[in-house]
């Protein structure tokens, strides 16, 4: 499972707009590796095809893409679909519960990160 080491918050409890997320695991390969270290614009608008920080029902903190809107919520997939939990496996993901979008790999090959409309779920 790809999830993520997250820094978006302030002392105090308040959330920055910029944080920065560390991949943890296989399930978003080739897109992102283990280590790398993403640019997160916490609360913004999530689009299909876009790669997002969630947290899942049970406090799990994951990197995965947003393929489509489902009911009240976020159909989220891995890039890998042979390793990992997604929305296969728990549902869709609570709007609330998607904490931002992932615009850049910072580390270790710099890049931005568009929409692939392809992926589907």
Excluded: C, I
């Excluded at 993403?38 to 969630?54: H, W």
């Amino acid at each position: 499972m790809a999830d993520a080491v997250a820094g978006g918050r302030r002392p105090g409890g308040t959330r920055r707009r910029l944080g920065v997320a560390v991949v943890r695991g296989d399930s978003m390969r080739p897109t992102l590796r283990p280590a790398d270290r993403l640019l997160v614009v916490y609360g913004a608008r999530v689009r299909p095809g876009q790669v997002v920080v969630a947290r899942f029902a049970d406090g799990t903190l994951v990197v995965k893409r947003a393929t489509e809107r489902r009911g009240s919520g976020w159909w989220l997939r891995g890039d890998n679909p042979a390793v990992g939990v997604d929305s296969r496996h728990r549902g869709p993901v609570p709007d609330e519960a998607v904490l931002g979008v992932v615009r850049a790999r910072v580390w270790p090959r710099p890049r931005t990160l568009g929409r692939f409309e392809d992926v589907k779920g």
